[in-house]
Nanobody
Framework: VQLQAFGGGLVQAGGSLRLSCAASGRTSSSYTMGWFRQTPGKEREFVAA????????LYADSLKGRFAIFRGNSKNLVYLQMDNLEPEDTALYFC?????????WGQGTQVTVSS
């Protein structure tokens, strides 16, 4: 499985960005997919995840209400809508899925929020 993340960029505090993640390869089934983020010198942290059907989502407590994860029309497209961004949201954002106990990561897309 290959994951490609898109949509990062530079935005002012209070602005919005939408990240996209496309899965390719073993696309015969939908997978639980999610997003993590990482800043230099810190561990990668969980952001959000969504179930295979898209009916259930999980968020880091600190991000509830500002971030939303949802699936696209294609079952292997996942989006992360980020609103009211803060400088503390600046990080490299990674798309993730886990299949049979194996983790797959996208290449990361940089989000920079200026104050």
């Amino acid at each position: 499985v290959q994951l490609q993340a898109f949509g990062g960029g530079l935005v002012q505090a209070g602005g919005s960005l939408r990240l996209s993640c496309a899965a390719s390869g073993r696309t015969s089934s939908s997978y639980t997919m999610g997003w993590f983020r990482q800043t230099p010198g810190k561990e990668r942290e969980f952001v959000a995840a969504i179930s295979t059907s898209g009916s259930s989502a999980l968020y880091a407590d600190s991000l509830k209400g500002r971030f939303a994860i949802f699936r696209g029309n294609s079952k292997n497209l996942v989006y992360l809508q980020m609103d009211n961004l803060e400088p503390e949201d600046t990080a490299l954002y990674f798309c993730h899925t886990e299949i049979r106990f194996v983790d797959y990561w996208g290449q990361g897309t940089q989000v920079t929020v200026s104050s």
